[in-house]
């Protein structure tokens, strides 16, 4: 059965923390590995990931696939409040073009 | 076990047809939303609906309509299919009855629709 797991599933850090979310998957024909960030009602797009131990980076987060492992972190340094949200990880195959999603860590950022 | 489920999973249609993608989830939520994605933009916000009977517009709502008869199902319409439309569409269900709490959503497996 194809699916995403995420992990933590919740996660409290102080300002300033460094912290590291987990999506772990099992999807037959894997295509893409997408991270979100979720505030309120709708999700924001953070990275695609499609190719091994390519590092994609974006300010304070950053984040890599190991299609071997058939993992990916999310890396989050010098965490702020701003950072509190719940983050989504998902996965694309190409069969049947389906996307499967994680239940998202829910991250909060103390002051 | 429950779920949420989409379909049809994929469609073609034609410019200026009528088009309704169905939504059916059975974790017995009171929040349902549609969101589309496409590349460069992630998800973005059509409609949402706290409850039976309430809808409310997103993002970008233009050229879409819901309705919401019952708890299970959301259906998004497309009044009149434009090329722009092409995308992939999701649904996604969430429990809170609170607006604005920031919360888990559960996603549908996504319909692919293609406007020629």
């Known amino acids: 059965e194809d699916k995403v797991v995420q992990s933590p599933l919740s996660l409290v850090v102080h300002e300033g923390d460094t912290v590291t979310l987990n999506c772990s998957y099992e999807?037959?024909?894997?295509?893409?590995l997408l991270w979100y960030k979720q505030e309120k009602k709708a999700p924001t797009f953070l990275f695609m990931l499609?190719?091994?131990?390519i590092e994609k980076k974006s300010g304070r987060l950053s984040s890599i696939l190991d299609k071997k492992e058939l993992f990916s972190i999310l890396n989050i340094t010098a965490t702020q409040t701003g950072d509190s949200a719940i983050y989504l990880c998902a996965v694309e195959a190409w069969t049947g073009n389906q996307f499967y999603f994680g239940t998202g860590t829910s991250l909060t950022v103390i002051p | 076990d429950a779920e949420i489920t989409q379909s049809p999973r994929h469609k073609i249609t034609e410019t200026g047809r009528q088009v309704t993608l169905a939504c059916h989830q059975t974790w017995n939520h009171n929040n349902m939303f549609w969101y589309r994605q496409d590349l460069g933009h992630g998800l973005r916000l059509i409609h949402y609906s706290y409850g039976v009977h309430d809808t409310n517009k997103g993002e970008v709502s233009d050229g879409y309509s819901v309705s919401r008869s019952n708890t299970e199902d959301l259906p998004l319409t497309l009044e009149s299919a434009a090329s722009s439309q092409t995308s992939v569409y999701f649904c996604?269900?969430?429990?809170?009855?609170?607006?604005?709490?920031?919360?888990?959503?559960?996603f549908g497996p996504g319909t692919r629709l293609l406007v020629l």
């Open positions: 996604a269900s969430s429990e809170s009855p609170w607006a604005g709490i920031q919360e888990t959503q559960y």
């Open positions: 499609t190719s091994s131990g």
């Open positions: 999807v037959t024909n894997f295509r893409s």
